[in-house]
């Protein structure tokens, strides 16, 4: 993957608003501040896998209980396509 790419930028940034989009709806409201903490973030160019240098985008909820929502509804690991497991 190129590190450097306009094209490739902003698809990566219109799909980590759409996982945003689909997580902010996923999440469980009380007061809505978990879910309106989240965010798109541009985090450069990491290194990723094998340390191969990579554009990297994030999508991050900044409230201080998201970790502990994220663990009990899977709100953000559905929104990627992922499956929760069963206790």
């Known amino acids: 993957m190129m590190k ?5 930028h902003r698809v990566m940034l219109s799909a980590g608003h ?16 978990n879910r309106n903490s989240g965010r798109v ?13 990579r554009m990297t985008i994030r999508v991050v909820f900044h409230s201080r209980y998201a970790m502990d929502q994220e663990k ?5 690991s559905g929104a990627l ?3 929760r497991r069963r206790r």
């Open 18 to 33: 759409k996982t945003l989009a689909i997580a902010q709806s996923r999440a469980t409201v009380k007061t809505g501040f």
């Open 72 to 76: 009990r509804t899977g709100f953000l």
């Open 81 to 83: 396509g992922k499956r």
């Open 41 to 53: 973030e541009d985090a450069g160019i990491q290194p990723v896998m094998r340390g191969e240098p």
């Open 4 to 8: 450097k790419h306009p094209g490739i």
